[in-house]
């Protein structure tokens, strides 16, 4: 079945110092829409970012993923972290445009550290 | 824009006892609703599906007898937790989409449920 993997626990960093976190992914529909949500303390998740296109670069608020679809990932990345940028992160897919099911994978916790 | 509230945002129930919980998207017809729980222990769980015109399907470890969904129309949905107990802590998260494959799913603020 469809499944998601992204680096779990925590994962804590210095200010200023790039963001990188992996998410890959199983899937049995060709053409998936891979996003990535953010949670903030006391918020419920929020979209951040999405793709449905192979070796496209998306970007938002500073983040930007890529979907490379040869090696089935969805790497969130950033250049300066940002102490506002602690938060949970997911990554997840959906399927084709039939599919109505969101798959989350476990959440990555970016702690930012001044 | 696209909102979802829930109801009750906290609640507490004695160990044994039932409790339910409504989600409502406003500004958009929700053709599904997903069920989640959110726990220390278990992060990021998916209940259930519940989509326009079909049966609603529940991930492994989760019932239809423990977790009973209703799904009126396109803009409501309620989830009953049946004879909750500890391990049913957490925050239950109501996620709505308008349609499929890249649309965004819009999530509610939760419902926190605690077991006495």
């Known amino acids: 079945g469809d499944s998601v993997t992204q680096t779990e626990g925590l994962v804590t960093l210095t200010e200023g110092l790039p963001v990188m976190l992996n998410c890959t992914y199983q899937t049995i529909y060709s053409n998936p829409f891979l996003f990535w949500y953010v949670q903030h303390l006391n918020e419920s998740p929020r979209l951040l970012l999405k793709s449905f296109t192979d070796n496209k670069r998306t970007e938002h608020q500073g983040f930007h993923a890529t979907l490379h679809k040869s090696s089935s990932s969805f790497h969130l990345q950033k250049s300066s972290a940002q102490l506002s940028d602690s938060a949970l992160y997911y990554c997840?897919?959906?399927?084709?445009?039939?599919?109505?099911?969101?798959?989350f994978g476990k959440g990555t916790h970016l702690h930012v550290l001044p | 824009g696209a909102l979802v509230y829930q109801y009750p945002r906290r609640t507490i129930c004695k160990s044994g006892t039932s409790m339910r919980m409504e989600c409502q998207a406003v500004g958009f017809q929700a053709t599904s609703v997903a069920w989640y729980r959110q726990s220390p222990q278990k992060t990021f769980e998916l209940i259930a599906l519940s989509t326009v015109n079909s049966a609603i399907k529940y991930e492994q470890n989760f019932t239809q007898e423990k977790f009973p969904i209703s799904h009126p129309n396109l803009s409501f949905s309620s989830m009953t937790v049946l004879n909750a107990y500890l391990e049913d802590r957490g925050l239950y998260l109501c996620g709505a989409r308008v349609g499929t494959g890249g649309d965004t799913q819009y999530f509610g603020p939760g419902t926190r449920l605690l077991v006495l």
């Open positions: 997840a897919l959906s399927g084709d445009t039939n599919a109505y099911k969101v798959i």
